[in-house]
């Protein structure tokens, strides 16, 4: 009984210890430390936003995984990395920010509270708009695109992360 005590004892200990390190890393270090958001750093960089998003915070971020990319026309992504469209690039990201830390919870409430939708507004200054279908928060995009939360709450010390399956377009 005393060995059961202390393992879980050690157990939650190194849970708590994980939880408080991941939360010392910021939304950034999160992506980099990703091998599934590889794209999505690399266009963060070209755009020139990785100080802002290791800012003060707090921010959500809706991160594609870089399959979402492989998914847009093919010549999208090397399009939008060439530094004479980083305006273009610079808008579809920020599209997959918000400002303020809005948890799986708090984003779920809001859909309940607004009949099934919630309007987001992202820091490029449109609107997604959050809605659950089989269970999961589903993004429409201005475009008529959606995109699936895949996880949630990855949270850093500037925000959250929530990964999603598709990339969301502004129109």
């Known amino acids: 009984m005393k ?27 999160i992506a980099a430390g990703s091998a599934t958001h590889t794209t999505l750093v690399a ?7 990785v100080e802002t998003l ?7 971020v809706f991160a594609p995984v870089n399959d979402a990319f492989a998914k847009l026309p ?28 809005l948890d799986a919870a708090t984003v779920v409430a809001a859909i309940k509270a607004g009949n099934g939708k919630a309007a987001v507004k992202t820091v490029s200054g449109n609107t997604l708009t959050a809605s659950l279908e089989n269970g999961k928060v589903k993004l429409t995009d201005e475009k008529g695109g959606t995109a699936f939360v895949t996880l949630a709450d990855l949270k850093g010390s500037n925000g959250i992360i929530h990964v999603i399956d598709t990339v969301v377009l502004p129109k």
């Not at 059961?4 to 939360?23: D, E, I, K, P, R």
């Not at 266009?43 to 936003?49: M, R, S």
């Not at 469209?85 to 808008?91: H, P, R, T, Y």
């Open 3 to 29: 060995r059961v005590f202390q393992s879980l004892l050690l157990g939650l200990s190194l849970v708590a210890s994980t939880t408080s390190y991941a939360q010392e890393k910021d939304i950034v270090d």
């Open 54 to 60: 290791k800012g003060a915070g707090p921010f959500t």
């Open 74 to 101: 093919a010549g999208t992504v090397e399009f939008l990395l060439k530094p004479e469209n980083k305006e273009a690039l610079v808008k579809i990201l920020t599209y997959h920010v918000v400002a303020g830390s």
């Open 43 to 49: 266009a963060v960089k070209a755009a020139g936003l």
